[in-house]
T-cell receptor, first 113, second 113 residues
Framework: AQTVTQSQPEMSVQEAETVTLSCTYD???????LFWYKQPPSRQMILVIR??????QNATENRFSVNFQKAAKSFSLKISDSQLGDAAMYFC??????????FGGGTRLMVKP | KAGVTQTPRYLIKTRGQQVTLSCSPI?????VSWYQQTPGQGLQFLFE???????NKGNFPGRFSGRQFSNSRSEMNVSTLELGDSALYLC????????????FGNGTRLTVT
């Protein structure tokens, strides 16, 4: 069975600053995918970024980037130039079987003006 | 393209009743999966349907069931409701591509009294 752990229940960042959210996972598979999803108060889960495990290069999407350490089974999300609209719950997720995602417990990100 | 649509947005039911939730995927998406989100257990995978067939199933009792129609719309049914079934139920759709990102709806908030 796979597990995903987010050790930071809450994080806060000053607007325009950088913040890093942590995620570790465990799986016996060698081929898998990792995701970060954002859930604002509207409840809709929104894909932030995706990483294929076979790719060495860290994924980047505008102000969002990941630090993927396969050997350490670590997948952190860095948000640069934080904006008020980034405030939300962030979930790390692992996919190695069809469309079954295993989610972490989430990190609530607060952005201070 | 219209997003994933879930109806209703809110439901209040009594213990012992049954409930049916509906999900319309993004046009062209044939995979629909369901997740339960609670403060205590977090996000948990219920099941996934692809081309009207259940492809994956999570660890939930048989009271939770689903189906998918030929137009890819999906329904989830919970029979003999228990207080612990109170949760946000999220539906997600995706294309056929392996580990393509899930696109989530806004969810149905079910309250069991």
């Amino acid at each position: 069975a796979q597990t995903v752990t987010q050790s930071q229940p809450e994080m806060s960042v000053q607007e325009a600053e950088t913040v890093t959210l942590s995620c570790t996972y465990d799986t016996s598979e060698s081929d898998y995918y990792l995701f970060w999803y954002k859930q604002p108060p509207s409840r809709q889960m929104i894909l932030v970024i995706r990483q294929e495990a076979y790719k060495q290069q860290n994924a980047t999407e505008n102000r969002f980037s990941v630090n993927f350490q396969k050997a350490a089974k670590s997948f952190s999300l860095k948000i640069s130039d934080s904006q008020l609209g980034d405030a939300a719950m962030y979930f790390c997720a692992l996919n190695n079987a069809g469309n079954m995602l295993t989610f972490g417990g989430g990190t609530r990100l607060m952005v201070k003006p | 393209k219209a997003g994933v649509t879930q109806t209703p947005r809110y439901l209040i039911k009594t213990r012992g009743q049954q409930v049916t939730l509906s999900c319309s995927p993004i046009s062209g998406h044939r995979s629909v999966s369901w997740y339960q989100q609670t403060p205590g257990q977090g996000l948990q995978f219920l099941f996934e349907y692809f081309s009207e067939t259940q492809r994956n199933k999570g660890n939930f009792p048989g009271r939770f069931s689903g189906r998918q129609f030929s137009n890819s719309r999906s329904e989830m049914n919970v029979s003999t409701l228990e207080l612990g079934d109170s949760a946000l139920y999220l539906c997600a759709s995706s294309s056929d591509i392996v580990a393509s990102p899930l696109h989530f709806g806004n969810g149905t908030r079910l309250t069991v009294t």
